[in-house]
């Protein structure tokens, strides 16, 4: 009987038991939100949870490498098809082992990057230990190095360690600004929807040759939480102007995606053509973006989840949230990594993670649930078949996508892909025990 299948066993025994105390009126969980969901996924919830919980105890130490050449410090890599750092994968990961009481991967993430810092405050978002790895031509990483620093730092219960590289930092910030904030609207956009990291985003231009730009929430979301970040060091560090100054950047940036990216015809956030600006009228992931920041107002929030989070003939499938409306023209589920992975349908469980914060923000406890639970199952059902887990899965099937099946190591096992996939385990532990991982800048 091989590991999974006394798994399921176990879980069963279990099953058992906890159906049994329940019936003798026993309390089941401490959790004062757990109390809204449906009793009868209450064990198998907490079972979910002990499983994946489990399952990456292992599967997490693969995606810590030790230091090595241009990177000082110990990195962060997604693992399997992937073996350079990442901005924002590293930044999910160095988050979830903050979760566990091991903010000092963050920390090193963040030095990682900041040493990448040029003059005029690029970095790139890729890093290898022979250097920074422009993609797709020199742009910047993505709006999460003062987000990192200060997540880091507030695990770490140490900020002194930022003063040295405050400068650089804010360096980066200026860098954004000035080439990638639009100056009529005060909103950011990406330069490709590469650099965004949603690849193939239909509501962004994803070709090289395409030379349009869009407002995006996304991005101006993230950079709205970058402010939060700043403000946030600079008080920890004495920098009251500072602090007063991002803090309003902040408000001011609030403000522009609630006023230019907001349909109020349509209840929804688009991204906007500089050109044009006119709404570019996709439902992708990006739109869902500004709820994990509570940017939207509650009752427009309410309205957007309720019409198209939660609508199947948008973005919830059988095994999860969509990255991109089913009605979408343009959706798909094709198993794609190169030249760029597929953001044009497939369940991504990085993106239910960030969907799940949105939801929790406005109150759809049952939801949240709903999220940990169905994809808890889709990474435990990849685990037990091949040991590892992969991108994304085909949202209508649940069937394992990117990376294919045959990229294969040494032994001939299937690669995978784990990185940010640990941020599952973060729902269903805010879920079942009340200990959430809501990056919340205080």
């Known amino acids: 009987m091989n590991k999974y299948k006394c798994l399921l066993l176990c879980s069963f025994i279990c099953l058992i038991f906890v159906r049994c105390?329940?019936?003798?009126?026993?309390?089941?969980?401490?959790?004062?939100?757990?109390?809204?969901?449906?009793?009868?996924?209450?064990?198998?919830?907490q079972e979910a949870y002990g499983m994946l919980k489990k399952e990456f105890e292992h599967l997490s130490t693969k995606v810590v490498q030790p230091a090595e050449g241009y990177l000082e410090y110990p990195y962060l890599i997604p693992a399997g098809f992937y073996k350079q750092m990442w901005d924002w994968d590293g930044f999910f990961m160095g988050n979830y082992f903050v979760s566990k009481g091991e903010p000092q991967y963050l920390k090193y993430w963040a030095l990682n990057l900041i040493k990448g810092i040029d003059d005029e405050g690029y970095v790139s978002g890729c890093a290898t230990t022979k250097g920074p790895r422009p993609i797709f031509g020199k742009f910047a990483m993505?709006?999460?190095?003062?987000?990192?620093?200060y997540l880091a730092s507030k695990g770490l219960n140490d900020f002194e360690w930022v003063k040295p590289y405050y400068d650089q930092i804010e360096r980066v910030i200026k860098y954004r600004e000035r080439t990638q904030q639009d100056s009529i609207t005060g909103l950011f956009f990406w330069d490709i929807a590469m650099q965004s990291g949603a690849d193939n985003n239909p509501a962004l231009n994803y070709f090289v040759e395409d030379k349009r730009s869009f407002l995006a929430p996304d991005?101006?979301?993230?950079?709205?939480?970058?402010y939060l970040a700043q403000s946030s060091l600079a008080q920890k560090l004495g920098k009251t102007d500072d602090a007063v100054y991002y803090q309003e950047k902040a408000r001011m940036l609030k403000k522009a995606i609630n006023d230019h990216l907001w349909s109020d015809e349509d209840s929804i956030y688009y991204t906007v053509d500089r050109e044009t600006g006119m709404f570019y009228k996709r439902v992708t992931f990006s739109s869902f973006?500004?709820?994990?920041?509570?940017i939207a107002h509650p009752s427009n929030a309410k309205k957007?989840?309720?019409?198209?989070?939660?609508?199947e003939n948008h973005m919830k499938a059988k095994y999860g949230f969509r990255t991109l409306s089913a009605s979408d023209p343009d959706y798909n589920n094709k198993n794609i990594i190169v030249p760029f992975s597929n953001w044009q349908g497939p369940v991504w469980p990085i993106a239910n993670y960030i969907y799940s914060i949105g939801l929790k923000n406005y109150g759809f406890n049952e939801?949240?649930?709903?999220?940990?639970?169905?994809v808890s199952n889709l990474l435990l059902s990849d685990i037990g078949k091949y040991k590892t887990t992969h991108e994304n899965y085909h949202a209508d099937t649940g069937v394992p996508l990117a990376p294919s099946d045959d990229h294969v190591d040494e032994n001939g096992n299937i690669v995978g892909f784990i990185s940010w996939n640990l941020c599952i385990e973060n729902v269903l532990d805010g879920v079942v025990n009340d200990n959430w991982m809501l990056l919340e800048i205080d």
Do not use: C
């Not at 939801?367 to 169905?374: I, K, L, M, P, S």
């Open 219 to 226: 991005v101006s979301a993230w950079q709205y939480k970058e």
């Open 304 to 311: 957007m989840i309720n019409k198209y989070l939660l609508a």
């Open 289 to 294: 973006l500004p709820l994990t920041a509570k």
């Open 367 to 374: 939801e949240v649930a709903w999220v940990g639970q169905t």
């Open 21 to 45: 105390r329940n019936n003798s009126g026993q309390q089941q969980a401490k959790n004062p939100d757990f109390a809204h969901v449906e009793t009868t996924n209450k064990v198998e919830l």
């Open 142 to 149: 993505k709006p999460f190095l003062s987000q990192g620093v």
